[in-house]
């Protein structure tokens, strides 16, 4: 649910996949926490050695047995159901409770309308990953702008040379104008689009209408194309989908950037201000958590969660002050969240979060391993709100973001780094 320093790759170690007799190894030597991630992780087959060819033993991966898992959506539904050691918190906006054991931690079921939910998943599908902002997509293709537009127009990003290879390709291609006022071009749509004040370093130039961009640790170029161009059908070029791209995307880093080898801030690169309007819902959602002031949202961390993503256990200590909370947004399919202690060792509490839901973990619970090891993607489990009639957000369909949600979990977490 909330976020670590995973290294930066197309798919950060945390996000894994397992079968159900793999996990089932080594069980007594595993931690409390580790336990617990395998009973509950989404299990579709059999896949150890020794079974890996025997289909018959499909049918013997258990249910997932969730009745222990904690939830506060029925405790404003049903007067009856009561969790012991659950308090909640009077003087709120919303319905807000705390973990006795765990003091710090704050749970706001449905504390996101419908409207609400389905704005910033746009947000963080079309907005979010736009250059400045860095993704796991950086590593490999460079800074790549307007991907969600790229994905719904269904072009390919094509691999082209840089230099005067570059040069020869567009003027092959008939291009009309130069090279340089391409570029030039480019850089000021960027500019104009990301923001008036940011600087833009010429050699992270951006992906935009066919304009090239320069790649990641290969130093290559990269630029989107449609699929039914003459240079696709006569290149060798390497390419890959927007869809598969759309897919593969895992995590965007707003305002600050966060330096993933490192596990650190570096505000050497460069970046936008959390936008005004999500830093001001974060301001009114940590208040159970701060005292006589105001949160201010420096950072956000944004996952993007698919039907077999899992989140490891994990501590967030990146912030300078750990007394501050993180609040976390989720958004699209149920899942299950894990809370444990300051070790590994000590058995976590698993609770259900389900899209509106918003978490927050401050002071102690900070300190706490906290993980997500099952996402509910199934139609009948997902509890995904009926947003069929949603209106467009700022021109965009709704039914293409809600398609993406149907199979996915987004979840924010916006952080005071000072």
Known sequence: ???????????????RVMGYADAQEGAFSRTAFRSTEKAYKRYTHVSSAKSRNQHSR??????????????????????????????????SGWPVYTIDKHPGFYFIPEALNKAEQLYWATECLTTFPQPPNRTNHNAMYGPIANLWAAFQENKILVEVASGKQERDLISNSAETRSVDEKISDSIESVRAEVSDDITVVEKNRFHDNGITTSGG???????????????????????????????????ATVGIQFDWSKRAYNEALPFQ???????????????????????????????FYGPDDMLG?????????????????????????????????????AMFVRSGDVVLMAGPARHCFHGVPRIFSEAKE???PDFTSMSDVDGIQPRSIVK?????????????VH
């Open 217 to 251: 640790d290969g130093g290559n170029s990269w630029e989107f194309r449609d699929c039914s161009t003459d240079f696709l059908k006569t290149s060798s070029a390497k390419t890959v989908s927007s869809e598969t791209l759309v897919r593969k995307l895992r995590w």
């Open 273 to 303: 201000e959390i936008p005004p309007k999500l830093a001001d819902l974060a301001r009114r959602l940590a208040k159970p958590a701060m005292e006589n002031e105001d949160f201010k949202a420096e950072a956000a961390i944004v996952n």
């Open 58 to 91: 499909r049918a013997q991966v258990p249910a997932t047995d969730v009745s222990k898992v904690l939830d506060f959506k029925k405790l404003g539904e049903d007067g009856e159901y009561n969790i012991e050691g659950v308090s909640r918190v009077e003087g």
């Open 1 to 15: 649910m909330l976020n670590c320093g995973a290294a930066i790759a197309s798919v950060p170690p945390f996000f």
């Open 404 to 416: 993406y949600l149907e199979s996915s979990r987004i979840n924010v977490n916006i952080r005071q």
């Open 382 to 384: 997902s509890e995904l």
């Open 313 to 349: 256990g994990h501590v967030d200590d990146m912030e300078a002050d750990m007394s501050k909370p993180i609040v976390s947004i989720s958004l699209g399919c149920k899942a299950i969240f894990l809370l444990g202690g300051t070790t590994r060792d000590e058995p976590p509490a």
